[in-house]
């Protein structure tokens, strides 16, 4: 089933980036998996935890309410394009991973042509071509059904915890405060990461 976001949804989660791509549709599109399945931030405890720092993640804010400040969004820096949501109060969850066949082959095509838009080497007829295939991706997510652009599991680890204000202490290097749980130490010193990172120097 194509998506059922609402289209004034959708502009806000686009404004909120700052253009339109395809990285963007897949998060409006697990974004509303989450939604389907477990509910919006605002009625429920909801975390989404994103394996990926791309530019679904914008769409996620935008369309569950998940963000970064409140520490219902979090980051696990693994590459993959990948989301995970969780019901706190109910313990339910689900992980969505897209799946290679979303993609319709076109990476074939445009892998080549991306590479030479980085290079600076591509030709006004590539530019071209991979902006008419950017956006025939775009469509082709926002029409596929959710079990067709991800494959979907449920997830019986518990949820991660809830955010926790910590108290902060000062670096004994650089005498900036610094949250505790963030702080090391070393040869009888609190410091924080930087610095520790600077004393600590293999090579």
């Given at each position: 089933m194509p998506c059922r976001i609402p289209t004034d949804q959708i502009a806000?989660?686009?404004?909120?980036?700052?253009?339109?791509?395809?990285?963007?549709?897949?998060?409006?599109?697990?974004?509303?998996?989450?939604?389907?399945?477990?509910?919006?931030?605002?009625?429920?405890?909801?975390?989404?935890?994103?394996?990926?720092?791309?530019?679904?993640?914008?769409?996620?804010?935008?369309?569950?309410?998940c963000t970064y400040g409140k520490g219902n969004l979090i980051h696990r820096d693994l590459g993959k394009m990948a989301f995970s949501f969780f019901d706190r109060a109910r313990g339910t969850g689900l992980r969505a991973l897209l799946a290679p066949e979303a993609r319709g082959g076109m990476d074939t095509e445009m892998g080549p042509l991306m590479a030479k838009s980085g290079a600076g080497?591509?030709?006004?007829?590539?530019?071209?071509?991979?902006?008419?295939?950017?956006?025939?991706?775009?469509?082709?997510?926002?029409?596929?059904?959710?079990?067709?652009?991800?494959?979907?599991a449920p997830l019986t680890m518990d949820a991660p915890r809830p955010a926790r204000i910590l108290t902060s202490q000062a670096c004994e290097q650089c005498g900036e405060l610094t949250m505790e749980s963030r702080t090391r130490?070393?040869?009888?010193q609190t410091l924080c990461i930087p610095c520790f990172a600077e004393q600590d120097q293999k090579i």
């Open positions: 806000k989660a686009i404004d909120f980036h700052g253009h339109e791509c395809p990285g963007l549709h897949i998060g409006i599109r697990a974004a509303e998996l989450a939604l389907r399945e477990l509910g919006h931030s605002r009625d429920i405890d909801l975390v989404a935890v994103c394996e990926t720092d791309m530019c679904g993640v914008d769409a996620i804010q935008v369309l569950t309410g080497t591509a030709t006004a007829g590539d530019k071209a071509r991979l902006a008419e295939l950017r956006t025939d991706l775009q469509e082709r997510f926002m029409a596929l059904p959710l079990e067709e652009m991800f494959t979907i130490r070393l040869g009888g």
